[in-house]
């Protein structure tokens, strides 16, 4: 029998979401883990610690996966310690790919976020306002220590050389799957590709007009889930809610859109696209049949870069601070 893939997984600044994609495999990760050897996974599968990572030789492990943004000083340095240890780097998911929703907090300085999170909130007592602080002295003789908050959130690619993507948030399962196999068995696109079919929500979506032929109508009014469900057939979009099925990729098989929930883009850019957001502002202009309907997108979504950038602000060319 072939040698084991050797394989490690890191969650940086990531919910561990896309970690119970893997989960989510099912049968089908036992399959995986009969040609695959799990020899890191932290800080929340295996029990081992982040030095047992920085003591393996470069190049040891075969695969890797991160999940999760880079915000933290502590992600940073085991992003950069797991690419000198692996041959073939994954950024597994949206945050990893692009910067997630996490990702939108890059809109605010870290003063605002730190007033909002530690001073403003109703449930919070901190009369003297204390701010977490990267090191601290307890009594004069505990050294105290935290990970460095840095100025903006990063992708993965910001730091590191990126092998390989997969988008989703979190990656539907049975992409994952197609993903994983493709990994095992080498079948796999140049270095630097998105692990995509390649199609779009639209072209999996059972509400796509062009499956039944149907003309595409201008859109007058602008709606959100929150002013009354869609209707159960139809293009969303034709229905007035903003959906962003057109430029993002369908390797989720249009879930969002199977249980009447607008696309809000966490797959990530179809090919081609370089900053989604601005694609998206371009495609949603598309179907807006007069100023009156450009009012009423603006006035259901005033921060409009929250609803273009949802998951890949970082990733954009703006980066940050868009107002």
């Given at each position: ?5 050797k ?6 600044g990531?919910c561990?979401?896309?970690?119970m994609?893997l989960v ?5 990760l036992?399959?995986a ?6 020899v890191f996974?932290?800080?929340t ?11 393996m030789?470069?190049?040891s492990i ?11 000083s502590?992600?940073?340095?085991m992003?950069?310690?797991?690419r ?7 950024a ?6 692009l910067?997630?929703?996490?990702g939108?907090?890059n ?8 007033k909002q999170?530690?001073?403003?909130t109703?449930s919070?007592?901190?009369?003297d306002g204390?701010?977490?602080?990267p090191?601290y002295?307890?009594?004069g003789?505990?050294d ?12 993965i ?9 997969v988008g989703?948030?979190p990656p539907?399962h049975?992409?994952?799957?197609k993903?994983?196999e ?6 796999l ?6 692990l ?7 072209d ?5 007009p062009a ?6 109508l201008?859109?007058e ?6 002013d ?13 809610f903003?959906?962003?099925g ?9 879930s ?10 966490c797959g990530?850019p ?5 900053d989604?957001?601005?694609r ?7 179907i807006?049949g ?13 921060v ?11 990733a954009?060319?703006l980066?940050s601070?868009?107002?």
């Amino acid at each position: 029998m072939a040698d084991k893939i050797k394989f490690a997984f890191l969650l940086a600044g990531g919910c561990a979401g896309c970690e119970m994609a893997l989960v989510d495999l099912s049968e089908n990760l036992l399959d995986a883990l009969e040609h695959i050897e799990v020899v890191f996974w932290a800080p929340t599968v295996a029990d081992v610690k982040y030095k047992d990572l920085e003591a393996m030789a470069d190049k040891s492990i075969d695969l890797a996966f991160v999940d999760g943004m880079v915000r933290l000083s502590e992600h940073e340095h085991m992003v950069r310690v797991l690419r000198a240890k692996s041959k073939i780097l994954v950024a597994f998911g949206a945050c990893a790919s692009l910067g997630g929703i996490p990702g939108m907090a890059n809109i605010h300085t870290n003063d605002e976020l730190f007033k909002q999170a530690y001073k403003d909130t109703f449930s919070t007592e901190n009369p003297d306002g204390v701010y977490p602080q990267p090191q601290y002295f307890l009594d004069g003789k505990y050294d105290l220590t935290l990970p460095a908050f840095q100025d903006k959130v990063r992708t993965i690619q910001d730091l590191v050389e990126v092998d390989y993507y997969v988008g989703g948030c979190p990656p539907h399962h049975s992409f994952v799957a197609k993903a994983v196999e493709a990994i095992v068995t080498g079948n796999l696109p140049p270095k630097g590709s998105w692990l995509t079919s390649g199609k779009a929500v639209c072209d999996v979506c059972k509400r796509n007009p062009a499956n039944e032929e149907l003309e595409r109508l201008p859109v007058e009014t602008v709606k959100r889930t929150v002013d009354g469900m869609p209707e159960e057939k139809g293009c969303l979009l034709q229905h007035g809610f903003v959906c962003l099925g057109p430029i993002t990729q369908g390797d989720c098989g249009a879930s969002c859109l199977n249980v009447n929930m607008p696309c809000r883009g966490c797959g990530g850019p179809i090919p081609g696209i370089k900053d989604y957001g601005a694609r998206a502002v371009s495609a949603i202009g598309s179907i807006l049949g007069s100023e009156a309907a450009t009012d009423s997108l603006l006035e259901k979504f005033p921060v409009l870069s929250k609803l273009v950038y949802r998951y890949s602000l970082p990733a954009s060319r703006l980066k940050s601070n868009v107002r």
